[in-house]
């Protein structure tokens, strides 16, 4: 029996790096404001690490979609896999040559591109997308803040988020 409605432990889940960021960022500010000696130095340390998380757990959070889309999603060494209802396969990403998000699908869809292989196609909202930011991020060249305006943009185009083209322009 849970005390927590499924709701709310959906947002507190959403936002955990973000909340673990602000409570590294008040335990630092209490331990640098009310002690003396290396408590106090322990405490300003945490500060910056306390803001880093909370960063990238904003970052996170803006990524993060709804749960419950149809397929599974597993991120292993580089190498992305998607099992889901109808498609699926799996492309490594050294090999990838375009990154897509098409908003025109209901729900929008990731599209990994490979060359000479159809388009890993993968809902926004399968079960373990979220891991997709973490590999989405060793792209090289790959601007994490145009993957999260293409991603909360209400547009129904498809987007290229990231091109080994684009990335040899810069």
């Known amino acids: 029996m849970s005390f927590i409605r499924p709701e709310a432990a959906a947002g507190l ?15 630092g500010a209490w331990w640098s404001l009310g002690f003396i ?5 322990v405490g300003y340390a945490l500060l910056p690490i306390g803001a880093a998380l909370g960063f990238v757990g ?11 889309g149809p397929g599974i999603v597993q991120v292993d060494e580089g190498r992305v896999t998607y099992f889901g209802p109808l498609t699926g396969g799996t492309v490594d990403l050294a090999e990838m040559s375009r990154l897509t998000l098409d ?15 159809p ?3 993968i809902p926004t909202t399968a079960q373990g997308a979220d891991t997709l930011f973490d590999a989405f991020a060793t792209l ?17 185009d498809i987007v290229t988020v990231w091109s080994t083209y684009s990335n ?3």
């Open 58 to 68: 904003l970052q996170r959070a803006r990524f993060r979609r709804a749960t419950g």
């Open 168 to 170: 040899r322009l810069h």
């Open 13 to 27: 889940t959403r936002w955990r790096e973000v909340l673990i960021g602000a409570g590294v960022i008040a335990l």
């Open 140 to 156: 090289p060249g790959l601007r994490v803040q145009k993957m999260l305006a293409a991603l909360s943009s209400q547009d129904r």
């Open 37 to 41: 000696g290396i408590l106090s130095w």
């Open 119 to 121: 388009a890993l196609m």
């Open 103 to 117: 908003h025109a699908a209901k729900p929008a869809h990731w599209g990994l591109h490979q060359p000479g292989q």
